[in-house]
């Protein structure tokens, strides 16, 4: 089964609309407490959280949140889940449970940090070097390539 061609942009706003009320139910029924998610498409819901964390670029004072971005498929594919600060993401994967990936996000952004995120939810992929870069943040260049050598080990 393929995914819908929504044609119109108020078929994909409905259908955006019916996820983010799917993700709300889920996480009522399971008493998870989910923020509004910042954007919200019909194959995407992506969550930020309040707390704030130094990057390592070396520009001092700066800090970003940490993210959370839901991808599922309505062809049946089971939901993917990154979970990163700011724009790099330290922990990625399946499950076929919308309720475990959601419970993964609302640990992220209540301030979790990896080796407990590494317990809690073992679909996901946490590699080495980011529970270092949690540690003692990496360069703005050794972010760059950790993170594309990740994305192309998973195919993302």
Known sequence: MS????????ERDAAAAEFGAELARIAAEKGLPLPVPSELAWFRAEFEGEHKHPVGSGRPGESVPDRAVLYRKQDGTT??????????????????????????????????????????????????????????????????WRTRLQHFDHGC
């Open 79 to 144: 939901p993917y889940l990154y979970l990163s600060r700011g724009w790099v993401t330290l922990a990625l994967g399946r499950t076929p449970d919308l309720a475990e990936a959601l419970r993964a996000a609302v640990r992220w952004l209540a301030g979790a940090r990896l080796p407990e995120i590494r317990r809690t939810a073992p679909f996901l992929h946490v590699e080495d070097w980011a529970l270092a870069h949690e540690r003692v943040p990496l360069t703005a260049a050794e972010l760059e």
């Open 3 to 10: 995914s819908p061609a929504y044609e119109t942009q108020a």
